[in-house]
């Protein structure tokens, strides 16, 4: 036990996001203009979907020169919060913040860490079963009925190889967002979108093929148990129970993949 506390601290390195002072530095124009904008997305005043004005009625109401106008437009786009196409039915359209794009520059973050597969399951392994625990104590009433229609789903498609993978997947997905807590969803999300992304077609038929008839049944009648346990309110006998259902679910993960392979998401 040392020896390993020893070497993970040899090998531990701070993430630490910088918040120190910075070179003071007299935002230009459009930088101003991009962060108006920005805040106008974020706080829904600009909805998804919606086009801006045209070039000239922005320049004017915001009192700017075109080039100014521009860079700020190309400081939102290289942030994927719009769109410019051109033509006459074109012009800035916008979008909100994407799970997808945060996941992106998380999993960049990651892979230049050395992030492993390995790493990314056992955070899962410490999220989830907390999350069983948060939906058995909080949620016991409507919890179990969306749960259930999951599994009704997972049996429906336990024919479908690849069908029955998606509906399992989404008891998890729902499990998380049962919780309705914004962050573990986000993270979760994006540590999910990260898993795959590394995970080629291949690979992923080749863990869809290994799950035969006798596992799906095992996998529902697991998630069968642990609806039982919300029910109840077990607060304590859900988190242990998902605990033990998500190792054991790692331990076919490790036969399958190279899990202490870094991860790489630019492939």
Request: no cysteine.
């Given at each position: 036990?040392a020896?390993t506390a020893?070497?993970?601290?040899?090998?531990y390195?701070p993430?630490?996001i910088?918040n120190g002072?910075?070179?003071?530095?007299v935002?230009k124009?459009?930088?101003l203009l991009?962060?108006?904008l920005?805040?106008?997305?974020?706080?829904?005043e600009?909805?998804?979907g919606?086009?801006l004005?045209?070039?000239a009625?922005?320049?004017?109401q915001?009192s700017?020169?075109?080039?100014?106008?521009?860079?700020?437009?190309?400081?939102?786009e290289s942030?994927?919060?719009?769109?410019v196409?051109?033509g006459?039915r074109g012009?800035?359209?916008?979008?909100l913040p994407?799970?997808?794009?945060?996941?992106?520059?998380?999993?960049l973050v990651?892979q230049?860490?050395?992030?492993?597969?390995?790493?990314?399951y056992?955070?899962?392994?410490l999220i989830?079963?907390?999350c069983a625990r948060?939906?058995?104590?909080e949620a016991r009433r409507?919890a179990?009925?969306?749960?259930?229609?999951?599994?009704?789903?997972e049996r429906?498609s336990?024919?479908?190889d690849?069908?029955h993978s998606?509906a399992s997947a989404?008891?998890?997905?729902?499990l998380?967002?049962i919780?309705?807590?914004p962050?573990?969803?986000l993270?979760m999300a994006?540590l999910?979108?990260i898993y795959?992304?590394h995970?080629?077609?291949?690979?992923i038929?080749v863990?869809v093929?290994a799950i035969?008839?006798?596992?799906k049944?095992r996998?529902?009648?697991?998630h069968?148990?642990?609806?039982a346990?919300i029910q109840?309110?077990?607060g304590?006998?859900a988190?242990?129970?998902?605990?033990g259902h998500?190792e054991?679910?790692?331990?076919v993960?490790?036969a399958?993949?190279?899990?202490?392979?870094?991860?790489?998401?630019l492939?």
């Open positions: 036990m020896r020893t070497k993970r601290n040899a090998l390195v993430l630490d910088d002072a910075q070179p003071f530095r935002p124009t459009a930088e991009a962060r108006d920005r805040n106008r997305i974020v706080r829904g600009l909805k998804d919606e086009t004005p045209a070039e009625e922005l320049v004017s915001f700017v020169s075109r080039p100014t106008l521009r860079e700020a437009l190309r400081i939102l942030e994927s919060l719009l769109t196409t051109r006459s012009g800035p359209r916008i979008h994407n799970p997808r794009h945060a996941a992106r520059h998380f999993g990651l230049s860490r050395g992030t492993t597969l390995g790493d990314i056992r955070a899962r392994l989830e079963p907390s948060m939906v058995a104590l409507s179990p009925a969306i749960l259930r229609q999951v599994i009704a789903a429906e336990i024919d479908d690849v069908e998606k989404r008891f998890h997905r729902t998380i967002e919780t309705g807590n962050p573990l969803m993270l994006m999910t979108h795959e992304s995970l080629s077609t291949a690979q038929a863990s093929k035969d008839a006798a596992s049944q996998g529902i009648a697991a069968e148990k642990l609806v346990l109840a309110g077990d304590d006998g988190e242990t129970f998902w605990r998500l054991s679910i790692e331990k993960l490790r399958l993949h190279p899990v202490d392979k870094a991860i790489d998401i492939e």
